[in-house]
Every structure is written in C-alpha cells, then in structure tokens.
C-alpha cells in the first residue's frame, strides 16, 4: 500500500540556521499536504500542494511538490523558537482514498 | 467559529473496561476523521464518515473499535474491551466534503490503559 515517508525524524537547529524536511512516497501522490504539530498540541493545517513541480512560499516557510508527484519539501530560513514543533506530510491518493501522513520531522531551535 | 470539539481531553482506565470518545466537528463540515496518534507517530486514520456514511473504515479494529456519526453530525468512537496498547492520542478532524480538504483537528482525547 501507499507509504509516506519523512526525513529526518528530529532536527536541531541554533536560531537563525535554516531547517529542511523531506518527503517521499512510493507512489504517485494527487496531492501533498503539511500540518504543523506544536508540542502538546494537535495538527494544524499548512498548506496543500497539487501541481507537478509546485512551489509556495509561506513568509520564510518554502513548499516544493517534485515533478513526479512522489517527494515534497519544506524548508524554513532563518528558523525561530516559534517554529518548534513536529512537521507532518501527508500525501493523497487516487481519488476517494484517504490522506497518508508521515512520522514526522521534530524540529527544536536553540537561542 | 468554534474549532472541532473533542471529549474528555485525557481518560484513564483499566484495561478490558470499555471507553468512548466524542467528537463534534465544525459546522458544515460533512467529512469526518477518527485518527489514533501514538507518540513520536503521526496521525493514523481509523474511520472517515462522509455525511453519515462510513467511507473507510478498513484500518478500524472492528473487533474492539466501532464509531457512529448517526445524523451526519457528531460521532462517538468506543472501544470495548480497552488493551494495554490502545494506550495514545485520538484525534477527531473534519473537512468539507471530499477527501483532499485541508483537514481541521481537533485537541484530541489522551487514553491511559493501566
């Protein structure tokens, strides 16, 4: 079945440094969305990609949907202590299946 | 406009003791989501409704697990009898309809089987 997979599952970073994760799935997604978990918190949505080779930028968040459909970034400059928290993909397939999310990437930032 | 309401936020119980979980989502939204969330884990869907209808319920325990959304509004997920290793997060969400809407999610139920 659909696999969805993240690297890397944790991140550290000092502030101001840039933070990248990446998402693979093994087989062509419809969509890819991101969600964003705070500690303690719950998903929150972040953006939704669709087109091939896609790209959308969010203040300093960079979102890429891969020319294949199969692999997404997101990539954040100059990171804050507001950006802490676990960064989820989750990827969409034939029409009618459900969204399949990733473990995740935990992002911590140092001052 | 309310967020997606999920009840109790933390239960504690012994296992084999049956347990329920309520959700109410935001209104309009006719699509559903039960997902269990384990620790360092994300989401993993249990059941979607569409209206009252159960579209995909293939990863849903349906020997312990069962949900119902009678009028295509509220829903409850239950669990009986509760195993150690239903212990984790359950999250209700919800979208307008189709399965490709940004998903809304609510703060979820923490379950503790001892």
Known sequence: GQQVMQIPQYQHVQEGEDFTTYCNSSTTLSNIQWYKQRPGGHPVFLIQLVKSGEVKKQKRLTFQFGEAKKNSSLHITATQTTDVGTYFCAGGGQAGTALIFGKGTTLSVSS | ?114
Do not use: M
């Not at chain 2, 325990?61 to 009898?81: C, H, M, N, Y």
């Open chain 2, 1 to 114: 406009e309310a967020g997606v309401v999920q009840s109790p936020r933390y239960k504690i119980i012994e296992k084999k003791q049956p347990v329920a979980f309520w959700c109410n989502p935001i209104s309009g939204h006719n699509t559903l989501y039960w997902y269990l969330q384990n620790l360092g884990q994300g989401p993993e869907l249990l059941i979607r409704y569409e209206n009252e209808e159960a579209v995909d319920d293939s990863q849903l325990p349906k020997d312990r697990f069962s949900a119902e959304r009678l009028k295509g509004v509220d829903s409850t997920l239950k669990i009986q009898p509760a195993e150690l290793g239903d212990s984790a997060v359950y999250l209700c969400a919800s979208s307008l309809s189709g399965d490709d809407n940004e998903q809304f999610f609510g703060p979820g139920t923490r379950l503790t089987v001892l």
